[in-house]
C-alpha cells in the first residue's frame, strides 16, 4: 500500500467488476498511471493487491488463484474457500441482497470466476475462514501440527506502514502484509474486513488475548462489526454485555 501510485479506476474496474482483461491488457494499462499526490505514504487500494496478482499469475491472469491455493487454502484444509464461484453448487451460495430500501430484496450475484480478482477473490463460510484466523494466532500450528510457517505469518502482524484512522469503532495505527493494526476498546485488534454489492465480512483477532472472530452477510451492512464486538465483549466477560448491546 505504499507503491506511490495514484488510485485510478482502469484496473480495478476490469478486474474486480467487468472481468474483461488480460495480463498484456493490464500491463499496457498501467503506462498511464502517474505518481500518488501523497507519494509513498500508506494509501489503502486495491491496485497493490492486482499488482501484487500480477507477479504471482505471471503465467497467466489468474495464476494468482493456485499460488494462494497451494500455499495457504490447501495446507490449512480450507475446502469450503475457493476463487473458482463456478465450483460451487447454486444451492451453497449466500446470494447477495440490498437493505437500502423498505424491504429486503435480493439482487444480481455480480461475481464470476473472470471479476474474483486478488483484491477480493474468495468465496467462503466463516468456519473455513476461522481456519485462517486460528492458524495467525498460533503462528502455524493447529492441533498439534504445524500447517504454515511460523516467520511469514508473523511478518503479516507486524506494522510496516503507519495508519491514523478511524473506522467505525476500530482505530487504525498501522498496517502488516494485509493485517489492519489497531485496537478496539483499548485492545489491540488485527483485522480485514471486505465488501462488495450485497455483501460485507469481519475478519478479526486479539494476539494477546487468542481469540478472534469471523461474521459474513450477504448484504453490504455494519451489522457485522456490531456481532464481533459482541462477540468479544462475551468472551473478555464485561458487565453487562447483553443488556448494552440490546438496542444497538
Not at 501484487?52 to 490449512?76: C, F, I, M, S, T
Not at 474457500?81 to 463456478?86: C, E, G, K, R
Not at 450475484?109 to 474474483?116: F, M
Not at 485462517?132 to 508473523?154: Q, S
Request: proline share 4%; no cysteine; glycine share 10%.
Amino acid at each position: 500500500m505504499r507503491h506511490g501510485m495514484e488510485d485510478r479506476w482502469p484496473i480495478v474496474l476490469r478486474t474486480a467488476y467487468s472481468g474483461d482483461f488480460t495480463r498484456a491488457k493490464l500491463v499496457a494499462l498501467l503506462k498511464d498511471y502517474q505518481p500518488s499526490e501523497n507519494g509513498k505514504t500508506f494509501d489503502y487500494n486495491n491496485l497493490g493487491y492486482n499488482l501484487l496478482g500480477l507477479v504471482l499469475g505471471r503465467e497467466g491472469v489468474h495464476g494468482w488463484k493456485r499460488a494462494v491455493e497451494a500455499e495457504v487454502l490447501a495446507p490449512l484444509g480450507m475446502a469450503q474457500t475457493t476463487a473458482q464461484v463456478s465450483e460451487l453448487a447454486e444451492e451453497r451460495i449466500a446470494l447477495p441482497h440490498n437493505l437500502a430500501t423498505a424491504t429486503i430484496s435480493r439482487i444480481p450475484l455480480l461475481k464470476a470466476d473472470a471479476n474474483l480478482h486478488a483484491a477480493g477473490g474468495h468465496f467462503s463460510t466463516a468456519s473455513s475462514l476461522a481456519r485462517f484466523v486460528a492458524a495467525h494466532i498460533a503462528g502455524g500450528n493447529m492441533e498439534g501440527e504445524r500447517f504454515l510457517p511460523e516467520a511469514p505469518l508473523l511478518l503479516t502482524q507486524q506494522r510496516h506502514s503507519r495508519q491514523d484512522r478511524q473506522f467505525g469503532d476500530y482505530h487504525r495505527t498501522g498496517w502488516g502484509y494485509g493485517w489492519d493494526i489497531g485496537d478496539y476498546e483499548g485492545e489491540p485488534l488485527l483485522h480485514r474486513f471486505g465488501a462488495f454489492s450485497g455483501y460485507r465480512t469481519h475478519m478479526s483477532f486479539m494476539p494477546e488475548r487468542d481469540i478472534g472472530v469471523v461474521v459474513l452477510a450477504n448484504a453490504t451492512t455494519p451489522a457485522v462489526d456490531l456481532m464481533a464486538n459482541y462477540i468479544y465483549e462475551w468472551l473478555l466477560d464485561r458487565d453487562e454485555v447483553t443488556k448494552r448491546f440490546a438496542h444497538s
